[in-house]
């Protein structure tokens, strides 16, 4: 069964629909109602008022849906509802779990949930992802229990081998948030292991921005007939018809104008510096292709005389977790600066207020542009992305068009300061004093 989201309402905020929270059927419970009041969310985005009514009434479901478009919520309200109706947990006794690729969405969703379930007395929930010692989280679970798991799939399945105390028998519902990226990460061997300790007569939810093959397999292998929800924004037709265009469904946010910047490699350090102080009151995310190349860059940007008054951040998955934290934590915190990540910072995170995307590398897959872009122009907000292209990547645009991905051409600026020199002359700098050779 396949079924689309509702249309959006003529309100200003094109993320919302005209249906309310209180209006869902099943009706929600007074106390997810007050948390979503609390909050201050009234009205459903288009793939909550699909999903959440499916899920409530014990369908499985395959959600596709943009990014920004509100899945967090979309799968826990439903979550909650059913762990309310269930009876209540012992300390060791596992519900309800939800798996996400990375350690910063998987904190993304604990934090986001916690009001939510706070609502559920008897129901103890735990964060588990890398960089804690696995031995620290058994030990809190041996102290306090645990029913609610939500986390990466490798600390997932280490604590499920080696904690036979926990009981995976009663699991209400299972969740697969970024499906896609957790099978790109090659976590399919960790997922088939989790699933294949937990009971067949469960809710399973999978969430994805992307629907692969991949994802399609793991739909067949975790989910009882489900209900497929898709959800998409609508662009024009990029055909040269005046008179009668048609509408398509977009891959990106509708509130996203995404822009193509042509230049030869010289050119783009400059061109970037250009676009930067142009943006000097925005918040901009920067994508480059390797964890080297943003620690480079991290080093370089500062020292440049037109930056030196801009807030630079580097994050990468090389850094230890705290640091990643901390680099996160900064940034969000910022009303403008600058992120410089690769593609650990691409998937589901929401980091408040970003105006701008940067892809100073364009990814190989046109799916993680989708995901990298679509940390601005969130719930209906408008955000701007530029990708930089060298000449002989210009089929890139051509591509990304018959994927629904629309780019508009910008004009590489003229006559701007050559700043080369001056980073040829930080490169020697920091390669002589940051990493001197190796002793022989």
């Given at each position: 069964?396949?079924m689309?989201?509702?249309?959006e309402?003529?309100?200003?905020n094109?993320?919302l629909?005209?249906?309310?929270f209180s209006d869902?059927k099943?009706?929600?419970s007074e106390?997810v109602?007050e948390?979503?009041a609390?909050s201050?969310?009234?009205?459903?985005?288009?793939?909550q008022?699909?999903?959440i009514?499916?899920?409530?009434?014990?369908k499985?479901?395959?959600v596709?849906?943009?990014?920004?478009?509100?899945?967090?919520l979309?799968f826990v309200?439903p979550?909650?509802?059913?762990l309310?109706?269930s009876?209540?947990?012992?300390?060791?006794q596992?519900v309800?779990l939800?798996?996400?690729p990375?350690?910063?969405l998987?904190?993304?969703?604990?934090?986001?949930?916690?009001p939510?379930?706070?609502?559920?007395?008897n129901?103890?929930?735990?964060?588990?992802v890398g960089g804690?010692e696995?031995k620290?989280?058994?030990?809190?679970?041996?102290?306090?229990?645990?029913?609610?798991?939500?986390g990466t799939?490798?600390?997932?399945?280490?604590i499920?081998e080696?904690?036979?105390?926990?009981?995976?028998?009663?699991v209400?519902?299972?969740?697969?948030?970024?499906?896609?990226r957790?099978l790109?990460?090659?976590?399919q061997k960790?997922?088939?292991?989790?699933?294949?300790?937990?009971?067949?007569?469960?809710?399973?939810g999978?969430?994805?921005?992307?629907q692969?093959?991949?994802?399609?397999e793991?739909?067949?292998?975790?989910?009882?007939n489900?209900v497929?929800v898709?959800?998409?924004?609508e662009?024009?037709?990029?055909?040269n018809?005046?008179s009668?265009?048609?509408l398509l469904?977009?891959?990106?946010?509708?509130?996203?104008h995404i822009?193509y910047l042509e230049?030869?490699?010289d050119?783009?350090?400059?061109?970037l510096?250009e676009?930067?102080t142009?943006n000097?009151s925005?918040?901009?995310?920067?994508?480059?292709?390797?964890?080297?190349?943003v620690d480079?860059?991290g080093?370089?940007?500062p020292?440049?005389?037109?930056?030196k008054?801009?807030?630079?951040?580097?994050l990468?998955?090389?850094?230890?977790?705290?640091a990643r934290?901390?680099?996160l934590?900064?940034f969000?915190?910022?009303?403008s600066?600058i992120?410089?990540?690769?593609?650990v910072a691409?998937?589901?995170?929401?980091?408040p207020g970003?105006?701008?995307?940067v892809?100073?590398?364009?990814?190989?897959?046109?799916?993680?542009?989708i995901?990298r872009?679509?940390?601005?122009?969130r719930?209906?907000r408008q955000?701007s992305?530029?990708?930089?292209l060298l000449?002989?990547?210009?089929?890139?645009?051509e591509?990304?068009?018959v994927?629904r991905?629309p780019?508009e051409?910008?004009?590489?600026?003229d006559?701007l300061?050559?700043?080369?020199p001056?980073?040829n002359?930080?490169?020697?700098?920091i390669?002589?004093f940051?990493?001197?050779p190796?002793?022989?």
């Open positions: 069964m396949k689309a989201a509702p249309a309402s003529s309100d200003p094109r993320a629909t005209s249906t309310r869902l099943p009706p929600l106390p109602l948390a979503l609390l201050g969310f009234d009205f459903c985005t288009p793939v008022a699909a999903t009514p499916l899920l409530c009434s014990y499985d479901v395959a596709d849906a943009a990014t920004g478009s509100g899945k967090t979309a309200i979550l909650v509802e059913i309310r109706r009876p209540s947990p012992k300390p060791h596992v309800g939800i798996i996400s990375t350690r910063e998987s904190s993304q969703i604990y934090h986001v949930a916690q939510f379930i706070s609502t559920l007395s129901v103890k929930s735990m964060l588990l804690v696995v620290s989280d058994m030990r809190k679970i041996e102290e306090d229990g645990a029913n609610l798991l939500i799939p490798g600390r997932l399945n280490d499920m080696r904690m036979d105390m926990l009981d995976f028998r009663s209400e519902i299972l969740i697969l948030d970024e499906a896609d957790l790109d990460m090659g976590f960790q997922i088939n292991s989790i699933i294949s300790r937990l009971p067949k007569l469960r809710r399973t999978l969430f994805s921005a992307t692969t093959e991949a994802v399609e793991l739909a067949k292998a975790g989910l009882r489900p497929r898709e959800v998409r924004a662009i024009k037709s990029l055909e018809s005046t009668s265009q048609q469904p977009s891959k990106t946010p509708s509130g996203l822009e230049c030869e490699a050119k783009k350090p400059s061109q510096v676009v930067l142009k000097a925005q918040k901009v995310i920067i994508y480059f292709m390797t964890c080297a190349c480079y860059w080093t370089v940007l020292l440049l005389a037109p930056l008054s801009f807030s630079i951040i580097s990468h998955g090389k850094m230890k977790q705290s934290e901390k680099a934590a900064s969000t915190s910022l009303s600066g992120l410089l990540c690769t593609d691409a998937r589901g995170l929401d980091i970003v105006d701008s995307i892809q100073y590398d364009p990814p190989q897959d046109p799916n993680m542009f995901h872009v679509g940390r601005t122009a719930l209906g955000g992305a530029i990708v930089f000449p002989k990547e210009e089929a890139y645009v591509f990304l068009r994927r991905v780019l051409e910008r004009k590489a600026a006559n300061c050559d700043i080369i001056q980073v002359y930080l490169r020697r700098f390669c002589e940051c990493f001197p190796l002793n022989t």
